[in-house]
């Protein structure tokens, strides 16, 4: 763009263009020294620091971001030259096509309206005198400055209305949905058949992208044309990249009961394919609204839709997330004073989850692992296998499954919680029934079920023995003088620990299986196999992954390195757990009803079949699963292998 054509050019972009030349020559100068003429480049530019600058001008922005959006990119790219010319003799610049402005508008006034009219008032003060010379123009622009500052500019996205349309608004949720990235025509070029002008068209968003030539010709000449024929000039469409997503607002500002409300988002150049589904977003841009096409006799659709023209993760340092020296110490001398008695260290790390839910030692254990992983790799073909495990929790309601469910959206970098037809507000809720397959309890297909590598059913089953451990549970919590053992080892590992550990062992740890846990889980897996009441789909290849994953998660829980005989059946009594009509060991016993063992390392059960219903990991349990898998000639005794 040179000289002359810039004097064509309105007033506001040169305006524009001079700001940007000012504030942001650092960014237009690293531009011009990238290498990639092709690729599309942000400028990013803070609000607050336009409003200092010109208030005027940050307003019109502000209340008219589809044209002066538009004169911002302009301004760049003349920006951009003028950064060329006065590189010339120091560094080879190389010309771009497309400079994107990008607006922050938080840490700007805009955030508090009434910080934001302090501020436009200290500005008439310093600028009084300019400010009568121009009386009737700033007079019309202080009303649609305080018109403006009338609309929310923050709302949440169950608050978007029609009066949010047309101006700068700013949303914050979280991602659920993260599209395909598509490709979609940006501009053509068309030029009047009378007088040979020639002008931009760009698609209509609220058309379905199409693009409508005008009525007569656009020129703005002294004499204007009223040409109304037009050629399109081949070889001057561009193309762009499209993405659309869809952001929820966060559950934990929510009231008790409310539904989540949600809104798609359109990312374009080099805005497309920054986020993924469970990132925490702030997102600025135009709403408006997508029609869907007319047709006879059908009644038109009308879906509000966020245009961005700025996004920012706000989980960035979420996933971040420190851990001091000391910590790392605490976790060290926490597994000295439990060399000796490890499982009771590892109970003592599980009463830290969820700590509101008395019990459900299962459950919690699943969560655990489930939040820690296995590791990934890479096999010989080249395809990666996945290290993150899958958990599904069905059950009856009451049974905890959504506090389980927002505590570990808690405890992870990144999540979405959704909700479903008839659910809970945390999570998806399946009726269970009584003894029957799992196809049945949850209404999923045998090959979607072999994704998850644990599906708990948790029914509310009637037992007298679990149910007055219960009530005596909860009864207890309004005497103090009586001190409750559980509770004080849960609070050995608050919220704000328990998270630094899962991240550290999931970072540091990369266990590998030793020849004995190989042994467990391949006699294991064969002897699934062979069973006559195996499920076909379930038992696969897809489970041999799952318990080598949960194998790893156990060991990394553990902090240690290596996949021990006690991580192989730790994972294999979470699968039995899952295949309540296919398990090797009889009566696995309701999740629900599973508890914690006071000593797990040496209690020695006496009753039959208690350590079934209790679900605790002690030697004899651990001969129960061996016994079962010596049916193979190759597997050695019990005895040899402790």
């Known amino acids: 763009m040179d000289s002359a054509a810039m004097d064509e050019q309105p007033a506001h972009v040169k305006d524009l263009a001079a700001f940007l030349i000012r504030h942001h020559s650092d960014q237009l100068r690293a ?37 002066y959006l538009r004169f911002f990119d302009e301004a760049a790219l003349w920006a951009h030259k003028v950064t060329l010319r006065d590189l010339d003799g120091f560094d080879k610049g190389i010309k771009k096509e497309f400079i994107h402005v990008r607006i922050d508008i938080s840490g700007s006034p805009l955030e508090c309206p009434g910080l934001f009219l302090f501020k436009i008032t200290i500005i008439i003060f310093s600028h009084f005198f300019q400010l009568v010379i121009r009386s009737f123009v700033i007079k019309r622009w202080l009303m649609s400055i305080f018109g403006c500052v009338k609309v929310e500019t923050f709302p949440s996205i169950g608050r978007v209305r029609v009066k949010h349309r047309g101006i700068l608004l700013t949303l914050k949720g979280t991602v659920i949905r993260s599209g395909a990235i598509k490709m979609y025509e940006g501009e053509r070029k068309y030029m009047c058949q009378k007088c040979k002008h020639e002008y931009l068209v760009y698609p209509e968003l609220e058309s379905r992208n199409s693009i409508k030539l005008p009525s007569y010709c656009p020129s703005q000449r002294s004499n204007p044309c009223e040409g109304k024929k037009f050629t399109h000039l081949e070889g001057s469409i561009t193309c762009h990249d499209y993405q659309e997503i869809k952001i929820q607002e966060s559950t934990h500002v929510l009231g008790v009961g409310a539904i989540p409300r949600s809104i ?126 899958h958990l599904l929790l069905v059950g009856d309601p009451g049974t905890g499954k959504s506090q389980f469910l927002k505590f570990a959206a808690k405890l992870s970098n990144r999540s979405v919680i959704t909700t479903g037809l008839g659910s809970t507000s945390a999570g998806l809720t399946v009726t269970a029934v009584k003894d029957g397959a799992l196809s049945i309890n949850t209404a999923l297909s045998g090959p979607l079920l072999s994704r998850f590598d644990i599906v708990l059913v948790l029914l509310d089953t009637k037992n007298p023995e679990w149910d007055g451990v219960v009530s005596s549970h909860i009864l207890s919590e309004g005497e103090p003088d009586k001190g409750n053992h559980e509770e004080d080892l849960a609070n050995i590992w608050p919220f704000s620990m328990l998270r630094r550990y899962i991240h550290f062992v999931k970072g540091y740890f990369r266990p590998v299986l030793t020849k004995e846990a190989e042994m467990v889980i391949s006699n294991y897996y064969q002897l699934q196999r062979r069973s006559a009441t195996g499920n076909a789909a379930r038992t696969t290849v897809r489970m041999l992954e799952s318990l080598i994953r949960l194998a790893q998660a156990h060991a990394r829980l553990m902090f240690r390195n290596e996949v021990t005989r006690l991580d192989a059946i730790t994972a294999i009594l979470c699968i039995e757990s899952s295949m309540t009509t296919s398990a090797i060991v009889d009566s696995v016993g309701n999740a629900l009803h599973s508890n914690f063992a006071e000593n797990p390392d040496q209690e020695c059960i006496l009753a039959n079949n208690v350590h079934l219903l209790t679900h605790r990991i002690d030697a004899k349990q651990e001969r129960l699963i061996l016994e079962k898998l010596r049916s193979f000639d190759e597997f050695p005794d019990t005895n040899s292998m402790q």
């Open 31 to 67: 531009i011009a020294l990238s290498r990639d003429p092709k690729l599309h480049y942000p400028l990013y530019v803070s609000f607050a620091e336009l409003m200092d600058a010109d208030p005027p001008l940050s307003h019109l922005v502000f209340s008219q971001p589809i044209e």
């Open 264 to 389: 798609p988002v359109i990312l374009k150049d080099d805005l497309v394919d920054i986020i993924k589904a469970g990132d925490g977003v702030i997102v600025t841009g135009i709403l408006t609204a997508k029609w869907s096409p007319d047709l006879k006799d059908v009644r038109c659709d009308l879906d509000p839709i966020l245009i961005a023209n700025y996004i920012r993760r706000t989980n960035a340092l979420k996933s971040e997330i420190d851990i001091p020296d000391d910590a790392i110490v605490k976790f060290k001398q926490f597994w000295s004073d439990f060399k000796d008695s490890p499982l009771k260290g590892r109970n003592a790390i599980l009463r830290g989850i969820c700590p509101q839910v008395f019990g459900l030692f299962t459950v919690k254990l699943a969560v655990a692992l489930t939040l820690i992983g296995g590791v990934q790799h890479v096999d010989v073909s080249g395809t990666k296998v996945r290290g993150e495990s």
